[in-house]
């Protein structure tokens, strides 16, 4: 078979499909993991001392097992107890949890990095506790999360290659079918690696444009510190 | 003196941190208009008086009244009552993301409710009594810490506060940015600001106070006008913790 033909006629074709399923499984996910983030990071912070609890043992479960696990009995455990649900479904759903766990980590610490004069300052001028964490603390918060948030990101769109293991057939999964039908591992691999790759360059530009966009005038260090 | 004149009632504050008291029974009534500085060595309760009255830090006993409601014991009630105490920080504490003007909106809008136009004009309005307009458009990072200050300053006054705390609003500041913020302090107490400040600055005590409270160890020592603690020879220990300052300076 000509290689520009299996090229262009059958590997691209699936890739591309297995491409528009892992752009939908992480535009279903990434929003949800990071709200999910942020409740759980100022839950564990500000909130009452049994939600604190419950937030820390979700984050401590889901760092503590692997996400496969988490799929399997989302997709091949959960119907035993009446819920079904479908693989797409599932997958989101564990990207979620995951996400959700591992960005509250980030967001925790940019929490605690804000300095306690902020909260104080909100408190005395009449602002509620919650009124300080939206308005004030999160703001700057978010802002010194964003470098973490963003690794976690790049993360999801590499894990979810895991949903192929339940059966959704996304880009790795594509390749893995075109791979195995036409003895052609080195090629399709090598294809589908490329496109992660630029997944993950459009993810860092975009951060990185971000990163300018939301940076407080007066705080981005000009001097780099590998200069000092 | 009628009872009306009192904004605000301090009554026997009494406060512990980890078995240590901080504060051993402290009370004063203050009058409207009137400026009360707090002297005395590091570490004798003062900014620790000033955040038991707005209950940033809730006082172990005693009580606060504020024209005639009392502040302890509110509940979510709290909220309404820091509005009207104003308090200024030594290292400024203004809200790093925003700018001058948004720092001062910032309650305007989430605690009083106005709208953004409303809010905005009254923020302006209160730059404008700091002197600090011109740099509205500004982050903290951008300011000294003396136009830092002023913005906290105007962010306080933006409350309409019956009263304001200065909890050692010049300590992080050299003697030039020092006087710049002074002066607009100066200028609030001429405009009948009511003022509780803990300071070093004994020049400021003495052309701006109605009444100096000398505090010691948790408890205040000597009271009465500037002139008085000066010269009376009845009263030596904010003489004797002055001349330290003075003879340290001279050296």
Same mark, same amino acid.
């Given at each position: 078979?000509? =290689?520009?033909?299996?090229?262009?006629?059958?590997?691209?074709?699936? #890739?591309?499909?297995?491409?528009?399923?892992?752009?939908?499984?992480?535009?279903?996910?990434?929003?949800?993991?990071?709200?999910?983030?942020?409740?759980?990071?100022?839950?564990? =912070?500000?909130?009452?001392?049994?939600?604190?609890?419950?937030?820390? @043992?979700?984050?401590?479960?889901?760092?503590?097992?692997?996400? *496969?696990?988490? #799929?399997?009995?989302?997709?091949?455990?959960?119907?035993?107890?009446?819920?079904?649900?479908?693989?797409?479904?599932?997958?989101? *759903?564990?990207?979620?949890?995951?996400?959700?766990?591992?960005?509250?980590?980030?967001?925790?610490?940019?929490?605690?990095?804000?300095?306690?004069?902020?909260?104080?300052?909100?408190?005395?001028?009449?602002?509620?506790?919650? =009124?300080?964490?939206?308005?004030?603390?999160?703001? =700057?918060? #978010?802002?010194?999360?964003?470098?973490? #948030?963003?690794?976690?990101?790049?993360?999801?769109?590499?894990?979810?290659?895991?949903?192929?293991?339940? @059966?959704?057939?996304?880009?790795?999964?594509?390749?893995?079918?075109?791979?195995?039908?036409?003895?052609?591992?080195?090629?399709?691999?090598?294809?589908?690696?490329?496109?992660?790759?630029?997944?993950?360059?459009?993810? @860092?530009?975009?951060?990185?444009?971000?990163?300018?966009?939301?940076?407080?005038?007066?705080?981005?260090?000009?001097?780099?510190?590998?200069? *000092? | 003196?009628? $009872?009306?004149?009192?904004?605000?009632? %301090?009554?026997?504050?009494?406060?512990? &941190?980890?078995?240590?008291?901080?504060?051993?029974?402290?009370?004063?009534?203050?009058?409207? !208009?009137?400026?009360?500085?707090?002297?005395?060595?590091?570490?004798?309760?003062?900014?620790?008086?000033?955040?038991?009255?707005?209950?940033?830090?809730?006082? $172990?006993?005693?009580? %606060?009244?504020? $024209?005639?409601?009392? %502040?302890?014991?509110?509940?979510?009630?709290?909220?309404? &009552?820091?509005?009207?105490?104003?308090?200024?920080?030594?290292?400024? &504490?203004?809200? $790093?993301?925003?700018?001058?003007?948004?720092?001062?909106?910032?309650?305007?809008?989430?605690?009083?409710?106005?709208?953004?136009?409303?809010?905005?004009?009254?923020?302006?309005?209160?730059?404008?009594?700091?002197?600090?307009?011109?740099?509205?458009?500004?982050?903290?990072?951008?300011?000294?810490?003396?136009?830092?200050?002023?913005?906290?300053?105007?962010?306080?006054?933006?409350?309409?506060?019956?009263?304001?705390?200065?909890?050692?609003? /010049?300590?992080?500041?050299?003697?030039?940015?020092?006087?710049?913020?002074?002066?607009?302090?100066?200028?609030?107490?001429?405009?009948?600001?009511?003022?509780?400040?803990? /300071?070093?600055?004994? !020049?400021?005590?003495?052309?701006?106070?109605?009444?100096?409270?000398?505090?010691?160890?948790?408890? %205040?020592?000597?009271?009465?006008?500037?002139?008085?603690?000066?010269?009376?020879?009845?009263?030596?220990?904010?003489?004797?913790?002055?001349?330290?300052?003075?003879?340290?300076?001279?050296?």
């Amino acid at each position: 078979m000509d =290689q520009a033909v299996f090229l262009f006629d059958i590997l691209l074709p699936a #890739l591309m499909q297995g491409l528009v399923i892992t752009l939908q499984l992480i535009a279903c996910s990434a929003p949800f993991g990071l709200a999910l983030g942020i409740a759980v990071a100022v839950g564990r =912070q500000y909130g009452h001392p049994a939600i604190s609890w419950l937030c820390r @043992t979700y984050v401590f479960l889901i760092k503590g097992t692997p996400l *496969l696990l988490l #799929l399997f009995i989302l997709y091949f455990g959960l119907p035993s107890v009446g819920i079904t649900l479908t693989a797409f479904m599932a997958s989101i *759903l564990g990207f979620i949890l995951c996400n959700g766990a591992y960005n509250a980590e980030y967001i925790r610490g940019a929490l605690i990095s804000i300095k306690e004069g902020q909260m104080v300052a909100a408190r005395s001028l009449g602002m509620t506790r919650w =009124q300080a964490i939206r308005s004030v603390i999160l703001p =700057q918060a #978010l802002r010194r999360a964003i470098p973490g #948030l963003s690794n976690e990101f790049i993360y999801l769109i590499k894990y979810s290659s895991l949903a192929y293991m339940i @059966t959704v057939i996304e880009l790795s999964g594509a390749g893995k079918l075109v791979a195995t039908k036409y003895f052609t591992y080195t090629e399709s691999f090598a294809a589908v690696g490329i496109v992660y790759l630029v997944l993950v360059s459009i993810t @860092t530009i975009a951060v990185n444009i971000l990163e300018k966009r939301v940076a407080v005038p007066g705080t981005v260090r000009a001097t780099p510190s590998a200069q *000092l | 003196m009628n $009872d009306n004149d009192i904004v605000l009632r %301090v009554e026997d504050i009494h406060k512990s &941190f980890g078995g240590i008291e901080v504060l051993r029974g402290v009370s004063f009534d203050v009058r409207r !208009g009137e400026t009360k500085v707090f002297i005395g060595p590091s570490g004798t309760g003062k900014s620790t008086l000033l955040r038991c009255i707005n209950q940033l830090t809730p006082p $172990d006993r005693g009580r %606060v009244w504020l $024209d005639g409601e009392e %502040v302890t014991n509110s509940g979510a009630r709290i909220n309404h &009552f820091r509005q009207k105490i104003g308090m200024v920080f030594q290292n400024f &504490f203004l809200f $790093d993301h925003l700018t001058a003007v948004k720092n001062v909106e910032l309650a305007l809008l989430k605690v009083r409710g106005m709208s953004k136009a409303e809010a905005r004009e009254k923020a302006l309005t209160e730059l404008r009594q700091v002197g600090m307009e011109d740099w509205a458009e500004h982050y903290p990072a951008e300011l000294s810490g003396g136009q830092a200050q002023r913005v906290s300053i105007a962010r306080a006054l933006a409350m309409d506060p019956d009263v304001i705390l200065f909890d050692e609003p /010049t300590s992080a500041l050299d003697p030039e940015l020092t006087r710049e913020v002074l002066e607009v302090m100066k200028k609030l107490a001429k405009n009948g600001m009511t003022m509780l400040v803990v /300071t070093h600055e004994m !020049g400021f005590a003495c052309s701006v106070a109605n009444e100096v409270l000398f505090m010691e160890n948790g408890v %205040v020592a000597e009271q009465g006008s500037p002139d008085l603690l000066l010269n009376d020879p009845r009263f030596t220990r904010m003489k004797d913790f002055i001349g330290r300052i003075d003879s340290r300076m001279s050296d």
